[in-house]
């Protein structure tokens, strides 16, 4: 029964490691098409489609960091669960009901901020980079 109830657990988690990924395509997909397409095309505004870019990048950016909320808040609670005891376990999957937090895991909170996810290495070290590149080829292209 445990051993169900953490599978069940691993498997949103791998649902959101793969929507992170599938972000982070889509993400530079689209920054490709559209930077190559604004800097291609003489008639098109550039600063403005470079602006509406960082502008989408930034949403990607939003919704990555909120993936990996939710991946590390289900890891805690996968951490949580497998310490139980076996007639503990409800299979509840809300990590935010005050009913998964048993009393041994009192004051324990199971959301993960989103400021932390924000400064993780997953995030910061794709998002910067494309910021960065960015952010010249709109000062350069002025």
């Known amino acids: 029964m445990k051993i169900e109830y953490l599978k069940m657990i691993q498997r949103v988690i791998e649902r959101f490691s793969i929507q992170s990924s599938k972000i982070k395509t889509w993400c530079i997909?689209?920054?490709?098409?559209?930077?190559?397409?604004?800097?291609?095309s003489p008639n098109i505004?550039?600063?403005i489609l470079l602006i509406l870019v960082l502008f989408i990048t930034?949403?990607?950016?939003?919704?990555?960091?909120y993936y990996l909320q939710l991946e590390r808040s289900y890891r805690k609670l996968y951490s949580i669960a497998r310490?139980?005891?076996?007639?503990?376990?409800?299979?509840?999957?809300d990590f935010k009901s005050k009913?998964?937090?048993?009393?041994?895991f009192e004051g324990k909170q199971?959301?993960?901020s989103q400021v932390s996810?924000?400064?993780s290495k997953s995030i910061?070290?794709?998002y910067s980079p494309i910021f960065i590149v960015l952010l010249l080829i709109v000062f350069i292209a002025q």
């Open 110 to 112: 199971l959301m993960v």
């Open 124 to 126: 910061y070290l794709f």
């Open 99 to 104: 009913d998964m937090i048993f009393e041994q």
């Open 58 to 65: 930034t949403v990607f950016l939003l919704m990555d960091t």
């Open 29 to 40: 997909t689209l920054i490709t098409a559209m930077t190559s397409f604004s800097l291609s």
């Open 117 to 119: 996810c924000l400064f």
């Open 83 to 93: 310490l139980l005891d076996e007639e503990k376990i409800d299979f509840c999957m």
């Open 45 to 47: 505004e550039i600063n």
